[in-house]
Protein backbone atom coordinates (compact mmCIF):
# COMPACT_ATOMS: atom_id res chain seq x y z
CA UNK A 1 0.00 0.00 0.00
CA UNK A 2 2.62 2.03 0.64
CA UNK A 3 4.77 2.18 -2.47
CA UNK A 4 1.45 2.46 -4.33
CA UNK A 5 0.66 5.79 -2.29
CA UNK A 6 4.02 6.52 -3.51
CA UNK A 7 2.41 7.25 -7.14
CA UNK A 8 -0.66 9.28 -5.87
CA UNK A 9 0.02 13.39 -6.29
CA UNK A 10 1.45 15.16 -3.27
CA UNK A 11 -2.09 17.30 -3.40
CA UNK A 12 -4.03 14.07 -3.00
CA UNK A 13 -6.71 14.23 -0.29
CA UNK A 14 -5.88 10.39 1.45
CA UNK A 15 -8.63 11.33 4.11
CA UNK A 16 -11.41 10.97 1.68
CA UNK A 17 -9.59 7.80 0.81
CA UNK A 18 -9.37 6.19 4.19
CA UNK A 19 -12.75 6.90 4.81
CA UNK A 20 -14.16 5.72 1.92
CA UNK A 21 -12.47 2.78 2.21
CA UNK A 22 -13.39 2.74 5.94
CA UNK A 23 -17.09 2.70 5.27
CA UNK A 24 -16.89 -0.01 1.99
CA UNK A 25 -15.53 -2.51 4.64
CA UNK A 26 -17.75 -2.02 7.30
CA UNK A 27 -20.19 -2.88 4.90
CA UNK A 28 -19.46 -5.84 4.00
CA UNK A 29 -18.45 -7.23 6.91
CA UNK A 30 -22.24 -6.15 8.54
CA UNK A 31 -23.42 -7.79 5.60
CA UNK A 32 -21.28 -10.99 5.24
CA UNK A 33 -22.17 -11.57 8.77
CA UNK A 34 -26.11 -11.32 7.77
CA UNK A 35 -25.77 -13.83 5.34
CA UNK A 36 -24.13 -16.08 7.27
CA UNK A 37 -25.78 -16.25 10.26
CA UNK A 38 -29.00 -16.21 8.21
CA UNK A 39 -27.87 -19.52 6.79
CA UNK A 40 -26.42 -20.81 10.01
CA UNK A 41 -30.20 -20.56 11.55
CA UNK A 42 -31.80 -21.86 8.63
CA UNK A 43 -29.61 -24.80 8.56
CA UNK A 44 -30.03 -25.14 12.60
CA UNK A 45 -33.85 -24.60 12.18
CA UNK A 46 -34.12 -27.05 9.38
CA UNK A 47 -31.97 -29.91 11.02
CA UNK A 48 -34.18 -29.39 14.32
CA UNK A 49 -37.29 -30.24 12.47
CA UNK A 50 -35.82 -32.84 10.66
CA UNK A 51 -35.45 -34.15 14.43
CA UNK A 52 -38.56 -33.11 15.83
CA UNK A 53 -40.31 -35.27 13.06
CA UNK A 54 -38.51 -38.50 13.53
CA UNK A 55 -39.45 -38.24 17.64
CA UNK A 56 -42.60 -37.17 16.88
CA UNK A 57 -42.86 -39.99 14.59
CA UNK A 58 -42.04 -42.45 18.02
CA UNK A 59 -43.44 -40.73 20.67
CA UNK A 60 -46.99 -40.79 18.40
CA UNK A 61 -47.34 -44.65 19.92
CA UNK A 62 -47.45 -43.17 23.22
CA UNK A 63 -49.58 -39.79 22.77
CA UNK A 64 -51.84 -40.39 20.42
CA UNK A 65 -52.75 -36.32 20.57
CA UNK A 66 -49.66 -36.16 17.81
CA UNK A 67 -51.36 -37.72 15.05
CA UNK A 68 -52.26 -36.41 12.55
CA UNK A 69 -50.49 -33.13 13.59
CA UNK A 70 -47.90 -31.45 11.43
CA UNK A 71 -44.71 -30.45 13.61
CA UNK A 72 -44.86 -26.84 12.96
CA UNK A 73 -47.91 -27.36 14.99
CA UNK A 74 -46.50 -29.53 17.84
CA UNK A 75 -45.42 -26.35 20.82
CA UNK A 76 -41.56 -27.14 21.50
CA UNK A 77 -42.82 -27.15 25.33
CA UNK A 78 -45.62 -29.71 24.70
CA UNK A 79 -43.00 -31.83 22.66
CA UNK A 80 -40.34 -31.55 25.73
CA UNK A 81 -43.09 -32.52 28.34
CA UNK A 82 -43.79 -35.98 26.08
CA UNK A 83 -40.28 -36.66 26.16
CA UNK A 84 -39.52 -35.75 29.77
CA UNK A 85 -42.67 -37.65 30.50
CA UNK A 86 -43.03 -40.48 28.50
CA UNK A 87 -38.78 -41.72 28.30
CA UNK A 88 -37.00 -40.33 31.11
CA UNK A 89 -33.79 -42.41 30.16
CA UNK A 90 -33.61 -41.84 26.44
CA UNK A 91 -30.50 -44.01 26.10
CA UNK A 92 -32.33 -47.22 25.50
CA UNK A 93 -34.79 -45.92 22.83
CA UNK A 94 -34.27 -44.51 19.31
CA UNK A 95 -35.17 -40.82 20.40
CA UNK A 96 -32.82 -37.87 19.23
CA UNK A 97 -33.79 -35.65 22.02
CA UNK A 98 -33.91 -32.36 20.16
CA UNK A 99 -32.81 -28.97 20.56
CA UNK A 100 -32.81 -26.35 18.56
CA UNK A 101 -29.89 -24.69 21.06
CA UNK A 102 -27.93 -27.84 20.25
CA UNK A 103 -28.29 -27.54 16.62
CA UNK A 104 -27.42 -23.85 16.67
CA UNK A 105 -24.19 -24.35 18.52
CA UNK A 106 -23.29 -27.20 16.07
CA UNK A 107 -23.99 -25.35 12.98
Given amino acids: IISF ?5 P ?3 CVKDVLIITVANAFTAIYACAVIFSILGFKAVHLFDKCMEHDVGILVTVYPEFQNRKVEDIPYEEYRSAMDGAFKNHEHTPLKNC ?8 S
Avoid: A, I, T
Fill in 11 to 13: KKN
Fill in 5 to 9: GSYNP
Fill in 99 to 106: SLVKELDD
